[in-house]
């Protein structure tokens, strides 16, 4: 019996969720003594209202596209990685040896090269956990979890070791040469009367993430092999009887994950930093687990939750500045954006079940 | 090394394998009940910040462990709301549940003390000393086993002898009362234990709530025990350490203490030693930092035999099926 129409499953659940999460984190900032509507004018003001606002708001839901992105295509196959901050980290260090050591004539074809390293660094280290799953059972989650800290100890080691230029102090590689930069927001938006996006970090990857949107649509929807993960994901058993291979479909559904997830690297690293630094990845590979269940593992709406992640980190960063609320405020709310449409989410459904039910039942 | 180098080795991973334990045989409950829960972490932090807050206001450490376990209970209690009454995603529950605690600690310990995301440090009767056994000093000068006595065994903090002892309570609870019976087949066949007449419901969330104090447990000792308040993250991945060894002994008390001993003896060893050199090879502290992931991983690879998990593990039970 299908209770719910489509529309109010894709739309009407998250955006009920999405209010219960608010709610809450207002009572929160009620509790430890501030506004909340003050502080969510203020947020609202200094990452929609100004051009450079914008360009970190763009700037941060570049990385949660791709990583929202990633734990889609995972989900897709009922997977679920939880790995793609340690792909995203590991994909780093691709992205750094590429721009570091091959001398690229120009940034458009750096970024290709840039893509293909973080493409296939994030995925490698998606293989082992992938390749453990379908051979040998073991959780994929759990081995993502520990892939996450034994990627932070090997990029540790890595730039302390390795990519630290002599006599430097900080664990850092030295920055990448001139060719890599890629272009800002500012410089590709800004005429000579109007400086638009000033000194915001928003740059070329957000297209990039873009393309994905497009090419995952493409893949899971319009292609063999994602309906072989998405039957896969339904019922490992029928996909068996329609001759899917169960293993095969495991490895490659966690390669492009950890594919996707890996290139936010791209945006951080060369975009931003134009080097690698040791915490680029901040957390951005779980709060693509956020944004997967809030997109209802679309991409068009991982686009739409990336870009209300992007609006709540830059929005985070403005409070801590301007007021005494931390910016683990963000934390909160992401935690309870998980909980309400991810865990919570026959709470909100039963209800809205039966008074769709109730609705019908009055109409015939 | 000598004979004392390794005591003292051995003492500091005893210190620091007890939070793994605790948080170990509460994931223990809580699986074996069928309820998977990879948010000890943020259960342990939450118990860290509220015992070492409320300690420091009260000036006693024992109502500080309690307002721990007070707080690790209520977040079992949201993820057995989750899980068991709206049957939805344990492992996505768990999840939130981590960044609620890490969130929530640091925004709290913010307002309450303004030092950053810390709660100031506990002294005198805000914090757990630690429990001389008796003899020691007369005991110490026997050859071989009076240091043992003295250096290992006597001069642990109360929560660790209670940590020990909760190893064998929880094999006979699990093996020995109809409780743990029933515990164990909830985890197996729900459906076999619902139709004996006997609420799946009330089973899993007695589990879950038995979870959430030994978690309690387990993050009081991290702040009020091993270190003398609360700072932002203090768990660093010690729930996850204590799931890992979970899997290692394959949802068993007795092995879970090995695997949480020896897990404690890789971190006593990264944090004395740094760098190990071996003739001309050096071990980078960051290996050892990153070794029991890596054991664990070489585990759930099957290397030391298959870890079979409770079979109804994950699955929300509805009777309707």
């Known amino acids: ?364 | 090394m000598d004979f004392l180098d390794i005591l003292q080795v051995l003492d500091s991973s005893v210190r620091l394998a007890t939070p793994l334990l605790l948080a170990c045989l509460a994931g223990l409950f809580s699986e074996r009940a069928g309820v998977i829960d990879i948010g000890l972490e943020g259960k342990m932090l939450v118990a860290a910040f509220f015992s070492a807050a409320i300690a420091y206001m009260s000036g006693s450490v024992w109502v500080g462990l309690l307002a721990g376990i007070a707080a690790s209970v209520a977040l079992s209690l949201i993820h057995g709301l989750a899980s068991i009454t709206f049957r939805g995603n344990q492992l996505i529950s768990g999840v939130a549940i981590n960044f609620l605690a890490a969130g929530m600690t640091v925004l709290v310990a913010q307002h309450w003390f303004e030092q950053g995301g810390r709660t100031p440090s506990l002294t005198g009767a805000g914090r757990f000393e630690s429990v001389t056994l008796p003899l020691s000093e007369t005991l110490r000068n026997v050859p071989i086993l009076g240091p043992i006595y003295h250096e290992l065994i006597s001069g642990q903090f109360l929560l660790v002898y209670v940590a020990v002892l909760i190893v064998p309570l929880t094999w006979w609870v699990l093996y020995r009362t109809r409780f743990g019976l029933r515990l164990r087949a909830v985890g197996e066949n729900p459906a076999a234990v619902d139709t004996a007449g006997i609420s799946v419901t009330r089973l899993r969330y007695m589990a879950v709530i038995i979870c959430g104090v030994l978690c309690g447990l387990a993050g009081a000792y991290l702040a009020t025990a091993l270190q003398a308040g609360f700072v932002k993250d203090m768990t660093a991945g010690r729930g996850f350490i204590a799931l890992a060894a979970l899997i290692f002994a394959k949802w068993k008390p007795w092995p879970a203490m090995w695997t949480c001993l020896l897990f404690g003896v890789l971190q006593a060893v990264a944090l004395r030693y740094q760098n190990i050199e071996i003739g001309n090879f050096v071990i980078p502290v960051q290996f050892m930092d990153a070794l029991p992931y890596i054991l664990t991983v070489v585990i759930l690879a099957g290397l030391v035999g298959r870890a079979v998990p409770p079979l109804a593990g994950g699955e929300p039970y509805s009777k309707e099926r």
């Open chain 1, 1 to 364: 019996m299908r209770t719910l129409p489509h529309w109010a499953d894709v739309v009407l659940i998250p955006l009920i969720s999405l209010l219960l999460a608010g709610l809450l984190s207002a009572l929160v900032v009620l509790a430890i003594g501030e506004n909340p509507i003050a502080a969510f004018k203020l947020m609202v003001e200094g990452s929609l209202m100004r051009s450079s606002g914008w360009g970190y708001t763009l700037y941060y839901a570049t990385n949660f596209i791709f990583t929202g992105l990633a734990v889609a295509v995972a989900f897709h196959a009922r997977l679920f990685n939880i790995g793609g901050e340690g792909q995203a980290i590991v994909a780093g260090l691709g992205v750094a040896l590429v721009c570091l050591y091959i001398p690229w004539p120009h940034w458009s074809i750096a970024l290709i090269g840039a893509t293909v390293a973080a493409g296939l660094f994030g995925a490698l280290w998606a293989f082992i956990p992938a390749y453990l799953q379908a051979e040998r059972g073991s959780h994929i989650v759990i081995t993502t979890i520990m892939f996450n800290f034994i990627a932070a100890a090997l990029l540790n080691y890595v730039l302390v070791n390795l990519l630290r230029p002599a006599g430097a102090m900080d664990p850092a590689s030295g920055p990448f040469p001139e060719a890599t930069h890629l272009p800002t927001f500012q410089a590709l938006f800004s005429t000579a009367d109007t400086p638009l996006f000033r000194g915001a970090p928003a740059n070329v990857t957000f297209f990039l993430a873009l393309i994905a949107c497009v090419l995952v649509w493409l893949l899971i929807w319009r292609t063999k092999l994602g309906y072989e993960i998405r039957s896969f994901g339904q019922s490992e058993t029928a996909a068996n009887y329609a001759g899917i291979h169960p293993k095969r479909t495991i490895v490659i559904a966690m390669l492009i994950s950890g594919a996707l997830a890996g290139m936010m690297s791209i945006n951080t690293t060369m975009g931003e930093a134009e080097r690698l630094v040791l915490n680029s990845v901040e957390g951005a590979g779980f709060i693509g687990i956020a944004v997967a269940l809030m997109g209802r593992n679309h991409p068009f709406g991982v686009l739409l939750a990336a870009l209300l992640f992007g609006f709540l980190y830059q929005g985070g960063a403005e409070l801590a500045l301007w007021t005494d609320i931390p910016r683990e405020l963000i934390v909160v709310i992401q935690a309870l954006v998980i909980m309400f449409t991810g865990a919570l989410d026959n709470m909100v459904r039963m209800p809205l079940e039966s008074l769709f039910a109730m609705l019908r039942r009055g109409n015939s």
